[in-house]
Structures are given as C-alpha cells and as structure tokens.
C-alpha cells in the first residue's frame, strides 16, 4: 500500500527505494504524452497502486535500467551466443541505453552498417518458483528477439528476409514473457538486436526486466469496496472504448486530464462477483487488459472513481454459428454534422439491438490524423459506441499525412497517432494468422472471418510481408470453419466516384495483387472508402483489370440487383463460382461527385451520405445502407446453399 500512497497521492513517504524502483519511476515519468498501449500485465498490480491488500508478491527487478550489457556487432555472432555457457568475454561492454545515431546515447557504442546485433546480460535469482512470469521494458530500434538461458520467449514480429519495419526507440513498452526457462542461480538473457537496413541512421537498446505475480492482477472484490481515488481531481477525456476483443480478453482504453493510477472494475450481470484490474502507476493514457473472460460473455464495467457503467461482451466460440450485426463506416473523420448524421441514423435504425463488429474503412481522422483531429472526428462523435463496441480499423491515406510532415525518412508513411490510439490483433490472437503489424490483421467472429489489409503504408507486391501474410491467413479458412469472408481496406478495387480505380496505384495493386488471393479461397464481400460515394457491384469473379476488359460472360456471376423483391437474392451454389460483392462505402462524412462514366458492374453509384449494416444469419447475409436521413438507399441479400 506504501507504493500506491506514494505514486498516487504525490506525497513522499520516508522508505528507502532501491535503485531499481527509482529506475523504473524515471522511465515512466519521462514517457512522451501520447503511450502507445502499456499492456497490463498482473505482475504490476500492487507495485505502486494496489487496491486491496491482497497478500502478494511485488515485481522485482532482475535488471535494473541504464545496466550494463556484453555486446558483439561485428554483425554475425558465433553459434550458441544464446545460451548460458557461451563465453562472452571478448565482446564489448556498454551501459543501456546503447546504439548509435539518436542525441540522447551517451556514445555510439554500436558500429554502423549492421542488419544484427547481440547483446548479453547475466542476472541471479534464488528461487525460481517464485516467479510466474516476466515483465520486459524495453525502448528499442528497429526490432529484436529475446532469449533466456538459450530459449527464445518472444519477437516483435516476424524478422526474414525484408519484414524488419521500421521502428523508432520513442518510448518504453511493455512485453509480458513466460518464466519457464529461468532456473535458479545464473540466468542469461540474451537480444538479438535487428536493423531495418545497413543504411539506417540509427539503432537503440534500452532495457530493464522485472519479475512479478500475475495471479493478483485480477482480483476478487466481494466484500470491498472501491478504491479511493486520489484528491486530486482529474476526469475522462477521452473514452472509455474498447480494443482487440478476444474471446476471453479485452483491452479498456481511456484517456485523463492527469495522470492517475487507472482501474477497471468488471463483473457479469447477475453475479455478485467482482473483479478488477489495477494498472502499475500513474499516467494519462490508460490500457487495462481484461483477460479470463468468459466465452461470449457479456460484462458490465467502470472506471473506478467515475459513477457511468457500461457494457462489453467478447466474442463468440470459433465456429459457432451466431447472430451478427455489423456496421461499417468509411472517410468518416470529418467531425462534423454530416459524420454526426450517419452515425445518429444507425443508432436509430439499430435500436436497442447490439453491434457485434464496427468497420472503419480509414480516413477516419481528417485532415492530418493527428492526435486532437481523432479527438474531433472519432472521440467526440462515437459515443456511446466506443464505450460498448471494439472498433476494427483500417488505415488510410489522411493517417499517414501527419508523419509526413517529417524530413526524416525512417518515419515517413509511419501513421503514428493511429497505430498509437488503436491497438489491433497483430499477434492472431482474435483468431486468424498472426501478421506481426497493426496495420493488417484478422479476426473471426463466429463463423465469419474478417480480413482488414493495408493499401497505403505496407508493401503491397506479390510476395511482400502482407501477401505471404494473407496466404497464410486464407490457407486456415475453409468452409467446414466459415460462412463468410470478410475483407476491407481504403482504396476500394473499383471505383468511378472521386477517385478512378483505373488509373491511381494503389486501387489497382489492390485489386492485381490481392483479389485473385482472396477470391481463391472465398471472399464474399469487399469494402472500400477513399471515393466519398457510394458504389456497389453485382456478384463477379475474375476481373482484375480496368474496366474496359471487363466481360459481362465472364465474369459476372449474378448480374441482377440481388434484392429478393427484385432480380432475387445472389446465391451461391456449391458447384459453381462463388462471387464476390464490392462496395465502395467512403460517404460517412464527406459526399462527393461521379465521374461521367459509371462502372458497367455497379448496381448502385450514390453521391449520399451513408453508411452500411450488414445482418448474418447463419447462410443468409443481407446488407442495408442506410441513409444519413435514416432512409434505405440500397439492400441486397446474399444465400449459400
């Protein structure tokens, strides 16, 4: 209780604090206002803020920050550099933080032109059944792997061939690693340190390790009370919303006017049990991550000190057939009344039933993505969604535009703020193939599976990081698993409204490179923003090229309107081509104007302010969109036998 005194209330209680605490402090208190996502892990819940006085064991640090490190950059280690027994003695030796190229090293310890680096530090622990788990902090460039005692716990993301990304060392986060490989006495951990390319103009290590208990992170409170809050007054600016939902976790989002030590309290309706989560110290950018939910549970929720309650519910078994509503918003960032318009029709038109999925379809934050520009266009518009829904983003071309703003070109394209506000399932954990970037990333919700791509920052070429990413992805669907597939990005594959897909780079690297992938194995719908119109196709396959080579017998599946009081609903049958629908959805917030020729495969092109719901029931999927004025501009309905 000492720590959570002391942190939160901001007096200073006469105990000695050792040099790994004061460390620890000082990393926080100089992280930058905008944290990327601290994931919380249990072994900090007590560290400083711990609400009950729950017997536990504190985090303990096994290195300390500013530590110093064996290194070899000679740019090849010898074999076993990994394990406990090789012998380091002939690599240099510097204090973290070390690398070359950035102003705050306190010399370049590290030789330039290198892809990797190996570093080696040795700690002691007496007894190694004490420790559950680890807690790495780390403030690195451009990305590495981590080895304890010979066996690899965790890397950044994929690291072969060209993967390694760009990353800059602006700020410390937080990786939870299982304590399997410690023993006691003697442990080794040791990075692998790796550049982006030989030519970059920096590379950075700063690290510090800790040891805590993740059994207190989630705690009962059935006879307690909340914790006081500190007298400080402070208040929600931003949220509370929801990211990354699983079936068992989720991640509680929110942002104060001044820091305070964040809690969520949780518990399902009905049930007397209560639980929370403590977040380590304080701060102004809160990230609580709930996990040990049920299955397709729902849960009410709070942040502690304020009176609101709101509602969450994690996703469903894979597999299962459920109900789903979906809502799906594109080039919605305008944070004015058209936006505010669409979004007051679909909570009209929805009522009191709930959205399980939301779509974003980029250029969710004009016209900068900055930070206060999200605050406008999303945050200030969104409530009460954000407090009940995970939102599943993609990113656009006005997301990048602020990073632009950069001469540094290891930062260029970087949609900082974005990646910095949303926090997506890079690591499969929400179902789907790991990808290893936030930027493009899947998940399954029942027997749906959604595919969110990237058609501005990342590589969009054939046999690229994201190409071999959604093979691997696409080779686990199959139809004994899935009803639907799902696929979204920016730049739609076709579109004739303020934007020609027949002649602007990414429309067509979209539709050359990605459809004939997607439609192998089954995609049902595409969708689109960027044009701020609204343009939907009839049910095709095979085109991907302009569209003067489309061929109405070749490629057109079902050419009617789809409409079961029209043409009749598009249905797939099992012997023949499935089809694909794309719609171009890019009118949530700005409407624009067609260009003189329509596409010959568009059933609909609407210059409108709109948004699209999409209603599954088992085989059955029918698509409304739904005007800004609360009217039904177009409908369809999509069978599989």
């Not at 059935?222 to 931003?238: E, G």
Request: aromatic fraction near 10%.
């Amino acid at each position: 209780m000492r720590g959570c005194f002391t942190a939160c209330s901001g007096m200073d209680l006469p105990s000695p604090v050792g040099p790994d605490t004061i460390g620890f402090l000082y990393i926080f208190n100089f992280m930058k206002q905008y944290l990327k996502t601290i994931t919380i892990v249990a072994a900090l819940s007590g560290f400083f803020c711990s609400s009950y006085a729950h017997e536990s064991r504190q985090p303990t640090g096994l290195i300390a920050p500013n530590s110093d490190w064996k290194y070899d950059d000679d740019g090849e280690a010898d074999a076993g550099w990994e394990t406990p027994d090789f012998n380091d003695g002939i690599w240099g030796t510097a204090q973290s933080p070390l690398g070359y190229g950035e102003r705050y090293l306190n010399k370049p310890h590290l030789e330039k032109g290198r892809i990797d680096y190996y570093l080696r530090h040795q700690f002691t622990v007496k007894d190694r059944t004490v420790i559950p788990s680890l807690i790495l902090r780390a403030r690195y460039d451009d990305a590495f792997v981590v080895y304890l005692n010979g066996t690899e716990l965790t890397r950044t993301h994929p690291l072969e061939g060209n993967a390694v990304r760009s990353h800059e060392a602006k700020e410390f986060e937080t990786f939870e690693l299982p304590a399997t490989a410690l023993r006691n006495g003697v442990n080794t951990l040791a990075i692998r340190l790796v550049n982006a390319g030989r030519n970059s103009s920096d590379i950075v290590w700063d690290a510090n390790l800790l040891a805590g208990d993740t059994s207190v992170a989630v705690s009962k409170a059935l006879d307690s009370k909340p914790m006081a809050q500190p007298a400080a007054t402070h208040s929600i600016v931003r949220g509370p919303y929801l990211q990354n939902t699983t079936q068992q976790e989720i991640t509680v989002r929110w942002r104060t006017n001044h820091p305070t030590c964040g809690r969520v309290d949780y518990w399902m309706p009905g049930s007397e049990e209560r639980f929370f989560m403590q977040e380590p110290v304080p701060t102004t950018e809160h990230s609580v991550r709930l996990s040990g939910l049920q299955v397709k549970g729902a849960y009410h929720y709070k942040i502690a000190g304020t009176d609101a309650t709101y509602e969450f519910r994690t996703l469903p078994p894979a597999h299962e057939a459920v109900s789903t509503r979906i809502w799906i918003i594109g080039d919605s960032g305008t944070g004015n009344d058209n936006a505010r318009a669409v979004y007051n029709a679909y909570r009209d038109f929805t009522a009191d039933r709930q959205t399980d999925v939301w779509l974003m379809l980029g250029d969710n934050a004009y016209g900068h993505g900055t930070d206060q520009q999200f605050q406008n266009a999303v945050f200030n518009i969104y409530n009460p969604l954000l407090h009940s829904t995970c939102l599943w983003p993609a990113v656009g071309n006005h997301e990048t535009y602020w990073a632009n703003q950069d001469d540094n070109p290891l930062t260029k394209n970087q949609a900082d703020p974005y990646l910095a506000i949303f926090d997506m399932p890079s690591q499969g954990e929400a179902g789907g193939a790991p990808s290893g970037s936030e930027l493009y990333y899947s998940f399954d919700y029942g027997r749906t599976h959604f595919i969110c791509l990237d058609s501005q920052v990342s590589d969009r070429s054939q046999g690229g990081p994201m190409h071999n990413w959604l093979k691997a992805d696409l080779a686990q669907v199959s139809d004994k698993d899935y009803d639907w597939v799902i696929a979204y990005w920016h730049h739609p594959p076709y579109t004739h409204g303020t934007h020609n897909s027949d002649k602007e780079r990414q429309h067509f690297d979209m539709r050359e490179n990605f459809l004939p992938l997607l439609e192998a194995h089954g995609v049902d719908l595409t969708f689109g923003g960027h044009s701020h119109t609204y343009e939907r196709s009839i049910l095709m396959h095979g085109h991907y090229g302009t569209s003067d080579t489309y061929d109405p017998v070749a490629h057109a599946v079902d050419a009617g309107d789809g409409r079961p009081a029209g043409d009749g609903s598009y249905r797939q049958g099992a012997h023949q081509k499935r089809g694909t629908i794309h719609t171009v959805a890019g009118s949530s917030g700005k409407k624009g104007s067609f260009r003189a020729d329509h596409l010959p495969f568009m059933v609909e092109n609407l210059s409108v302010l709109a948004s699209v719901v999409v209603d599954i029931e088992g085989r059955a999927l029918h698509v409304t969109t739904l005007g800004s004025q609360g009217e039904i501009l177009d409908s369809y309905t999509l069978l599989k036998d």
